[in-house]
């Protein structure tokens, strides 16, 4: 079955530090996510993704935050000078974009954990 | 307006029981209904989910109960099996590519 890869599974990085999440989203999907999940709390959602722009983004994905699609493939997200706050797992998710409004299917994939120390 | 409401925050269920997980919403404008099973180190993975012209919607043991004009929906799983044990988040989405989720369900069946 298809699935969304992320790499790194887990990164510790110093406060101040800039980090690059990345993902593979699922071949044929068109339309790619962000979100986080602070350990113990709800997934928040961070940004989407279409068409080689942003679609939307919430009041957490400020100037600190970038996401890009480099090559076609990956689908990355870079947190610029990190703080302590940003330790969450990032999810990264996708879908195909097929189907009737409010039938978006996300596949997510496991996550990658980052520690701000 | 943007919430969405779970609970219980965590919950025990016998072998065989009955699993039961509530949400509730404001914004009007929701229109998809998806619910989210998480186990550990693992990212969230769609369930079932319901649109709002349905009142309820069945998939094998899991079942959906959706009340429009309470703004409620709810996760109810027949049978509860140890392998159910997981976060259930319910989430909820108006078409404009992000999903709002609850904050979650701890769910554990006891053997």
């Known amino acids: 079955e298809p699935e969304v890869t992320q790499t790194p599974s887990h990164q510790v990085t110093q406060m101040g530090q800039e980090v690059i999440l990345r993902c593979v989203p699922i071949?044929?999907?068109?339309?790619f996510y962000w979100y986080r999940q602070i350990l113990g709390q709800k997934v928040e959602f961070l940004v989407s993704f279409y068409n080689n722009e942003i679609s939307e983004k919430s009041e957490i994905f400020d100037d600190q935050f970038s996401v890009e699609r480099p090559d076609g493939s990956n689908f990355t997200l870079k947190i610029r000078s990190t703080k302590l706050e940003d330790s969450a797992m990032y999810f990264c998710a996708s879908d195909e974009g097929q189907g009737f409004s409010g039938a978006n299917v996300l596949t997510f994939g496991a996550g990658s954990r980052l520690t701000v120390l | 307006q943007q919430q969405v409401k779970q609970s219980p925050q965590s919950l025990i269920v016998q072998k065989g029981g009955i699993s039961i997980i509530n949400c509730a919403y404001e914004n009007t404008a929701f229109d998809y209904f998806p619910w989210y099973q998480q186990f550990p180190g693992k990212g969230p993975a769609l369930l079932i989910a319901?649109?709002?012209?349905?009142s309820e919607k069945k998939e094998g043991r899991f079942t959906i109960s959706f009340n429009k004009s309470a703004k409620q929906f709810s996760l109810h799983i027949m049978d509860s099996q140890p392998g159910d044990s997981a976060t259930y988040f319910c989430?909820?989405?108006?078409?404009?590519?992000?999903?709002?989720f609850g904050t979650g369900t701890r769910l554990k069946v006891l053997a």
């Open positions: 319901i649109r709002p012209d349905v």
């Open positions: 071949s044929n999907h068109l339309y």
């Open positions: 989430a909820a989405e108006t078409g404009t590519y992000k999903y709002i």
